[in-house]
C-alpha cells in the first residue's frame, strides 16, 4: 500500500539533492512588484528551487549603484524564460510592465496570478497564455503545475523514480521535511487537545501525517495501478473518502486512468463510456471535464455513424470527418488544465490512429468500386447520404401558401404512392429554397406514439414543439392540445415565424376515427387550430384526396385546404438526379472534387431519357434502375452503362421492385374488373376503354393507364414488362 508522507516544497523548504541533473529549461527570471517580495522570496523561489530551476532574482543580482533598468534588462536576458506575479500593483508600475513586454519578446513567459487582477492584453493576443492560479497558495495543484510549465528537473526526477521503484514491485516511503511545520501543530495540539490528539495519532498514525496535501501523488497513484490495479483502486477510492487533503489528488489519478482506458479502446465507439465516468466539480480540472465529456461524444456518435452506412463512398466522407474531429478535440483539451490536458491530448492520438487505419480500409473499398453506389428505391431519402433531389416546384407551391398574410386555410399535399411525399417533407428545410423563418415539423401517423390514443397524438405534436416553450406539461386532451398550440403560435408571431406542421400518412387518421381511437372532435380542433393559429400551417400529406376517406366528413373540417399536387419526375429532374445525386448533401464542402457524380455519358447514349421512358418519371423506379444500373457496372468492371446492361437492368429491376409493383398494380385494384382490365396488358400493349365508369376513373386517378386518343395503354412501360414477367 502507498503510505504518503508529503513533500510540499513551497511551505516545507525541501531542498533535497538527486544523484543525477537533467535540466531541460535554463535560468527563469522572475518578474514581481515589490510589495510581495516576501511571498515571492519566502514561497515561490523556494519551491522553484527545490525542484531543481536556477532562479534569477532582483534581490541575489542586482547591485546597489548601479541602474535598475540596465540590471534588469541584463538579468533577464541571461534566462530562457520569465515568470511574471500578476497583481494590481503589478499592472500599474512602468518597470514591470517593461519587464513583461521584453519576456513577450525574447523567450517563454509563464504568468503567475497572485492575487485577483485582469490578464494583461499582451498575454492575450493573438493566442491566450494559460496562466498559472495561485491565489490560494495552500492547493497543491498550481504548484505541481507551475513546476511544471519551468520543466523543474528534480521535481520531474524525483516523481520518475519513484514511479520506477513502483513499477519494480518495491515499497516506497515518502518522507514530510521541514520539521518546524510540525513543531508547530505540535505546539497547537499540545495546548488545545494534548490527550485526543495522542489517541488519534496512535488509531492512525498516517491520518496525521497526511494534513498536508502531496503534489504529484496522482501520478505516484496511477504507476501503482499499472502494477496492482485493485489494491490501487481501494487507495484512491479511500483518499477520496477520507483524506480531503489528498482528495484532490486522487481525483486527478481517476481522471489520468479514465483517459488511458478510454486511449486503449479500439471502438471508437465505446469511447466516451470511460469519459462519462471522469470527476466533475467547479475548480480547476474538475470544472472543465464537461467540455472533454462534449468532445468524446461527438468523436463516438461519428463513429456510431459509420457504422450504421454500409456504402463505402459514404462511409469515406464521415471517416475523414471523424479524423478532422478528432483533431479538433486534441487541440481543444490543449487548453485544459492538468491532467486532462497531456492525458487526453494522448488519448486523441491513440483514437487518431484507429480512425485513419479505418479511413484507409475504407478508402480501399472506394477504389475497388468502379462507380459510388448512391442510388436507393426504398424509404424517405436522407439527402446527405442517399440521391436526392428537392421538389422545387412543390416546394415554391407551399412557400405561396404558407407565407398568406392572413394565414394558410391547410394544405393537402397529395400525390401517388412512391412519389417521393414523405422525402420532400423530411427535407422542406436546409435546403435555401424556403424563408429561413419557416421550420417545419413532420409527424408519421404511421409511428404508434401518433396514432394510439389522443394524447399519444398529443404527445406526439408537443415533442416536436415543446422544447422551445418554457414551462407546461404533456397535453392529454384536446383543450390542452390546442392551448399549447395557442402558445406557440404567439411565440412565431413574436418572431415573425411560421411553422408547418406535416402530418403525414394523414389517412391513418381516417382510419382510427373508423376504429373509435380518435373522435371526430380531433377534426373540430384542427380546423378551429387552422382559423385561429395563422403562423401554423397544417399539412396532411398522403396518396389519397380528402373526398376519398371514408370514416369521417374531411371535406366538410378542411373545405378550404388547399390541394398541392407530387407528380412524377420531369425529364430535367431525372437526369440531375442521375448525374448530380448528392448536390444537396452536406457531407462534402460545396466545391469538393469528391462529391460522388455521374457524367451524362456514364449512362450510355439516351440512357437518361430511356430510364425517363420506362418509369414515367415515378421517383422510386427512377431510383430503383438507378440503383440496379451501378451494381451491374460495379460487378461486371465495367465503365458505363451499355444499351444490353440497361435492358438487364430492366429485367432485374422488376425483380428488385416486385413488391412494389405488386402494391401499385395489384393490391390498389380494389373495384370488381378492375384488375382484371390491368390484367389484359399482359397480352397486349393497348386496349379499349374500360367498359365501367368507376374502373375507368380509378385507373386515371391511380395513373396507372392512360387514355392516348385512340385506346388506352399502360402509363409506365416498367409495369408493363412487370405484367408480363411476374403479374
Known amino acids: 500500500m502507498i503510505r504518503p508522507r508529503l513533500a510540499l516544497f513551497a511551505q516545507a523548504g525541501y531542498h533535497g539533492a538527486l544523484p543525477y541533473d537533467t535540466k531541460t529549461m535554463g535560468p527563469i527570471f522572475v518578474s514581481y512588484r515589490h510589495h ?30 548601479e541602474r535598475v533598468v540596465g540590471q534588469m534588462d541584463h538579468a533577464q536576458d541571461r534566462a530562457d524564460a520569465t515568470i511574471v506575479v500578476l497583481t494590481p500593483q503589478y499592472l500599474d508600475s512602468l518597470y514591470c510592465m517593461h519587464e513583461l513586454e521584453r519576456g513577450v519578446a525574447r523567450h517563454k513567459v509563464i504568468p503567475v496570478v497572485q492575487e485577483e487582477c485582469e490578464i494583461p492584453g499582451i498575454l492575450n493576443d493573438p493566442h491566450p497564455i494559460l496562466h498559472v492560479d495561485l491565489r ?4 497543491p495543484y498550481p504548484w505541481g503545475d507551475l513546476l511544471d510549465a519551468c520543466e523543474a528537473p528534480e521535481w520531474t526526477l524525483k516523481i520518475d523514480r519513484v514511479v520506477r521503484f513502483l513499477e519494480r514491485g518495491q515499497s516506497v516511503n515518502l518522507v514530510c521535511l521541514g520539521a518546524h511545520l510540525w513543531r508547530d501543530q505540535r505546539r497547537d495540539r499540545r495546548r488545545d487537545r494534548l490527550r485526543d490528539w495522542r489517541r488519534d495519532r496512535r488509531r492512525d498514525r498516517r491520518r496525521d501525517i497526511c494534513l498536508l496535501p502531496f503534489v504529484g501523488l496522482d501520478r505516484l497513484l496511477v504507476a501503482y495501478h499499472e502494477t ?10 479511500r483518499l477520496i473518502d477520507s483524506y480531503p487533503s489528498q482528495k484532490h489528488q486522487a481525483l486527478r489519478a481517476r481522471a489520468r486512468l479514465l483517459a488511458r482506458e478510454a486511449a486503449a479502446q479500439s471502438d471508437l465507439t465505446k ?13 480547476a480540472f474538475l470544472a472543465q471535464t464537461g467540455i472533454v465529456k462534449e468532445g468524446a461524444a461527438r468523436v463516438a456518435q461519428l463513429q456510431s455513424r459509420i457504422d450504421a452506412i454500409d456504402r463505402p463512398v459514404f462511409r469515406e466522407s464521415t471517416a475523414r470527418q471523424l479524423i478532422d474531429e478528432i483533431e479538433r478535440f486534441r487541440g481543444q483539451v490543449s487548453g485544459l488544465r492538468e491532467p486532462l490536458a497531456s492525458e487526453f491530448r494522448a488519448a486523441a492520438l491513440a483514437w487518431k490512429q484507429v480512425a485513419e487505419r479505418q479511413f484507409a480500409g475504407i478508402q480501399s473499398a472506394v477504389l475497388r468500386e468502379p462507380a459510388h453506389q448512391v442510388f436507393r428505391a426504398g424509404d424517405p431519402v436522407n439527402r446527405g447520404q442517399e440521391a436526392f433531389i428537392p421538389r422545387v416546384n412543390v416546394i415554391g407551391k407551399l412557400e405561396q ?22 422525402s420532400a417533407l423530411r427535407n422542406l428545410t436546409g435546403l435555401g429554397l424556403l424563408p429561413v423563418s419557416v421550420r417545419a415539423a413532420t409527424i408519421s401517423m404511421q409511428e404508434p406514439k401518433a396514432f394510439s390514443s389522443l394524447a399519444a397524438f398529443a404527445g406526439r405534436i408537443a415533442q416536436e414543439i415543446a422544447p422551445e416553450l418554457p414551462g407546461g406539461a404533456t397535453p392529454e386532451t384536446l383543450s390542452e392540445l390546442f392551448d399549447l398550440l395557442s402558445r406557440y403560435n404567439q411565440q412565431l408571431a413574436s418572431r415573425k415565424e411560421r411553422l408547418i406542421l406535416a402530418l403525414d400518412e394523414y389517412e391513418n387518421i381516417d382510419l382510427k376515427i373508423g376504429e373509435g381511437v380518435f373522435s371526430l372532435d380531433l377534426l373540430a380542433t384542427i380546423r378551429e387550430s387552422i382559423q385561429t393559429h395563422r403562423s401554423i400551417t397544417w399539412l396532411f400529406a398522403g396518396s389519397h384526396t380528402i373526398e376519398e376517406l371514408p370514416n369521417a366528413p374531411w371535406t366538410s373540417y378542411l373545405v378550404s385546404a388547399r390541394t398541392i399536387e407530387v407528380s412524377n419526375f420531369t425529364l430535367d429532374e431525372t437526369r440531375l438526379l442521375l448525374t448530380e445525386p448528392m448536390k444537396y448533401s452536406q457531407d462534402w464542402a460545396k466545391d469538393s472534387t469528391d462529391r460522388p457524380r455521374f457524367d451524362s455519358s456514364f449512362w450510355g447514349e439516351g440512357g437518361i431519357e430511356r430510364i425517363q421512358h420506362e418509369t414515367d418519371g415515378w421517383p422510386h423506379l427512377v431510383q430503383l434502375i438507378a440503383e440496379t444500373c451501378v451494381d451491374l457496372v ?33 393490391r390498389e385494384s380494389e373495384l370488381p374488373g378492375e384488375w382484371q382490365y390491368l390484367s389484359g396488358f399482359r397480352e397486349r400493349e393497348t386496349q379499349s376503354a374500360p367498359e365501367d365508369l368507376a374502373v375507368r376513373r380509378s385507373l386515371l386517378r391511380r395513373e396507372v393507364a392512360m387514355d392516348d ?3 388506352w395503354r399502360l402509363r409506365v412501360p416498367l409495369m408493363g414488362r412487370w405484367l408480363r414477367e411476374r403479374g
Open 271 to 283: 469511447v466516451i463510456e470511460p469519459v462519462q465516468r471522469l470527476p466533475i466539480g467547479d475548480k
Open 709 to 711: 386518343g385512340a385506346a
Open 136 to 139: 490560494e497558495p495552500e492547493s
Open 228 to 237: 496492482s490495479s485493485e489494491p490501487a483502486e481501494n487507495e484512491i477510492n
Open 36 to 65: 510581495q517580495r516576501e511571498w515571492v522570496w519566502e514561497r515561490l523561489v523556494p519551491a522553484l528551487e527545490a525542484g531543481g530551476v536556477e532562479v534569477i532574482i532582483d534581490r541575489d543580482r542586482f547591485l546597489a549603484g
Open 401 to 422: 401558401q404558407v407565407m398568406l398574410a392572413t394565414g394558410c386555410p391547410g394544405v393537402i399535399l397529395y400525390g401517388r404512392r412512391r412519389r417521393g411525399k414523405s
Open 634 to 666: 460495379n460487378e461486371g468492371n465495367k465503365r458505363v452503362v451499355t444499351p444490353q446492361l440497361l435492358e438487364k437492368a430492366l429485367d432485374e429491376a422488376i425483380v428488385r421492385g416486385h413488391t412494389v409493383m405488386y402494391e401499385l398494380m395489384h
